[in-house]
T-cell receptor
């Protein structure tokens, strides 16, 4: 089954404690992306990757890091989480950059709470 | 000004009615437009995309695009309670999608 898998689904942690949210896709997609979703603000892109070893900042990259060492994996790293990073996070992938005939497949989301 | 604007709603319509969801965008050079549906607690799923001015129909859904007015809309005919969700408008930017904050639709039985 084609899917994007995120882990963990839920996490409550404390300020400053490094965490990683994993994202893996089994569709051999080149393009992967991380979003955060906050009430009233919609989905905002954090980082994206056009292919292995190619990553770039989205609209809200501050406080986040990513890596793309393998095509299937695109982890999101919070080196020193702060309460303003409490949010719902989605990973998404598509064959290439988002287009109508190449829709993005979204993971189920990760709800992070930073105390 | 936000790049993609939507009324947050909720938009409440009776079952069987036409629901009309609207979206405006600021970049006049935008070429591709998308509508995603997101049920509460779930991930977004693509339901329509449109590139050209005019209407595009798919089942009960019709997307309408007016580039001169920088306006894109989604019509849902014969609305069902199962259509109750948040509808996200997205515009293709440089190597990414730019999303609006979404309109919540409630279809009353």
């Amino acid at each position: 089954e084609a899917q994007v898998t995120q882990n963990p689904r839920y996490l409550i942690t404390v300020t400053g404690k490094k965490l990683t949210v994993t994202c893996s896709q089994n569709m051999n997609h080149e393009y992967m992306s991380w979003y955060r979703q906050d009430p009233g603000l919609g989905l905002r892109q954090i980082y994206y990757s056009m292919n292995v070893e190619v990553t770039d900042k989205g609209d809200v990259p501050e406080g986040y890091k990513v890596s793309r060492k393998e095509k299937r994996n695109f982890p999101l790293i919070l080196e020193s989480p702060s309460p303003n990073q409490t949010s719902l996070y989605f990973c998404a992938s598509s064959q290439r950059e988002p287009r109508g005939n190449q829709p993005q497949h979204f993971g189920d989301g990760t709800r992070l709470s930073i105390l | 000004q936000k790049e993609v604007e939507q009324n947050s709603g909720p938009l409440s319509v009776p079952e069987g009615a036409i629901a009309s969801l609207n979206c405006t965008y600021s970049d006049r050079g935008s070429q591709s437009f998308f509508w995603y549906r997101q049920y509460s607690g779930k991930s977004p799923e693509l339901i329509m995309f449109i590139y050209s001015n005019g209407d595009k129909e798919d089942g009960r859904f019709t997307a309408q695009l007016n580039k001169a007015s920088q306006y894109v809309s989604l019509l849902i005919r014969d609305s069902q309670p199962s259509d109750s969700a948040t509808y996200l408008c997205a515009v293709r930017g440089s190597y990414k999608l730019i999303f609006g904050s979404g309109t919540r639709l409630l279809v009353r039985p």
